[in-house]
């Protein structure tokens, strides 16, 4: 079976700007690929090219095998493309801006007619179906936006951080959509600046940064490559500490370490059920007193930080990485 | 593949544009009702402020500066409605929609002709209105209904090749102040040096082998030709190989500007 998409040593330059610097990736069908990058990253270069919309100056794009610059009618056959901003009429109906897509998409008019007032409802869309698209808020136009990208069933569908800007209901609504979407077989690239919604829904993750993809894998591969869990305590007496790292050493996976304060001592894990009671067994054996105890896992957020150095949107999400940071 | 097959989604996807640009005046009643008073105005101050003037200089046209007036204005008119497609487009351009578009397995074209068809049943009306407003005034068709016909006819295809003019315009600079800016930059030198107002003899004879010879002047006296049955010396194939040539060149460089892919 051919990948969903396909990206090979693609370059892109706009001017002197170096959009896209060799990047290579591919996704299976029936997947949901994340693309995660900080603003600039080369994040929607990559979706226009994939959907036809820009040439690469160097390398090679395919969707579904077909070559997306010398076949691109026919890649057009098979996707469907909901970009940054909705890209919606606003003067029409809600019903008509998804009619009109369906007869661009080649659908009869018959079917175009169904199918619409099959998403609208889908969509719960189907009351404002017959108001002019201006008088819809953000979220209901972004919800139009990807009922128009749904019309011609795609194979393949691009979502261009399809969540941004929206409020948190409409963003869980729009994540149960894409997973629906996907049980149904349709492949997915998303490209995203949360952390959490890569988190939450794709089976692989590419972190692009300047036009390169500086990491790839799976949600847990990439914290894996941080080093794994961590189980972190607070002392209450600085006098302690040489007793406490004693008391833990045997269930570290690694050297234990402390933050500059002497109190916040973090220690590295692999078995973290196993080793949370050890420790909190041998702290309490060694009558040693601590205010916190607790165990954290590192967020995408920190495989994000540490890969690229810029911070993201989520980065106050997650207190402790502060202090787990100094302690290494 | 028969023609007909080739060319039916094509001129679906055409069709479904143009109504989709149609769609926007039934919305918005009060761009139509605009775009309509505009040109009422332009006929209502050339007739009354030039008219006394003038009058005499075009008395061959029946003796009412109306009759050799009409005709130029509506030429006038369709042109100005030309711009509007360019400034349509620009608008699409700049938003998400034209993104849509692209990557729909759509005809190319079907973008850039659904909107000129657009324009042009928009020019039909303001056209329509123009000649009642006319008549109210004084005009009359003085070479029968036939003829009157093909003056409507001329003056709306010019408009439609007009417009195809002013996409490339809007293609090219994809903002609409500058579309509107540009349009009008290139419509005034050609609508004032020509015969829309004044008869060509009266204007300098440096300027005069331009005026002549330039497309406008050429529709114009066609379209005079048909509305009062003047002497066309030529002007109605001048006016439709013009056309012609114009639209040869300019539905291929619209497609082209629309096809160029560049953030």
Known sequence: MSNAFEAKGVVKHFGKVTALDGLSLKAEQGTVFGLLGPNGAGKTTLVRMLSTLLVPDKGTVKVLGIDAVRNSQRVREVIGLAGQYAAVDEFQTGYENIYMTGRLYRLSAQEAKRRAQELLERFELTEAANRPVRTYSGGMQRRLDLCASLIGRP???????????????????????????????????????????????????????????????????????????????????????????????RFASKQPAFDETGLTISVPVTNHAKSLAGIAGALDRSRIR??????????????????????????????????????? | MLLAEQLHWPIVDTWTITRRNLLR?????????????????????????????????????????????????????????????????????????????????????????GRTLADVLRNVVVVGILLIVGTLLGFHFQAGFGNALAMVGIAVLFGFTLSWVFACIGLAVRDTETAQLAGFLFIFPLVFASS???????????????????????????????????????????ALLWCFVILAACMPIALWLYKRRTA
């Open chain 1, 155 to 249: 194979k393949i569908l691009f979502l261009d951080e399809p969540t941004n800007g929206l409020d948190p209901k409409t963003r869980i609504d729009l994540w149960n959509i894409i997973r629906e979407l996907v049980s149904e077989g349709t492949s997915i690239l998303l490209t995203t600046q949360y952390l959490e919604e890569a988190d939450e829904l794709a089976n692989r993750i590419a972190v692009i940064d300047q036009g390169k993809v500086i990491a790839e894998g799976t949600s847990i591969q990439l914290k894996a490559q941080l080093g794994g869990d961590m189980v972190e305590f607070v002392l209450e007496k600085d006098a302690d500490r040489p007793a406490a790292l004693r008391a833990v050493r």
């Open chain 2, 196 to 238: 829309v107002f004044v008869p060509v003899q009266t204007m300098p004879t440096w300027l005069q082998p331009f005026v002549k010879n330039q497309p406008i002047t050429q529709v114009v006296n066609a379209a005079r030709h048909f509305a009062l049955g003047t002497p066309a010396n030529g002007a109605v194939w001048k």
């Open chain 1, 290 to 328: 601590v205010s916190s105890f607790s165990l954290h896992q590192p967020s995408l957020d920190d495989v994000f930080l540490s890969l690229t150095g810029a911070a993201t949107k989520d980065t106050n999400q997650n207190p402790q990485r502060e202090t787990s940071h100094a302690a290494r």
């Open chain 2, 25 to 113: 005046y039934v919305r918005l009643p009060r761009l139509l009702v605009f775009s309509s008073i505009q040109p009422v105005m332009f006929l209502l101050l050339f007739n009354y402020v030039f008219g006394g003037a003038l009058g005499a200089s075009t008395a061959a046209a029946g003796g009412q500066y109306i009759n050799y007036l009409l005709p130029g204005i509506l030429i006038q008119i369709v042109m100005f409605g030309g711009v509007q497609t360019g400034i349509g487009l620009a608008e699409d351009m700049g938003k998400g929609i034209i993104d849509r578009f692209r990557s729909l397995p759509m005809s190319r074209l079907a973008v850039i002709a």
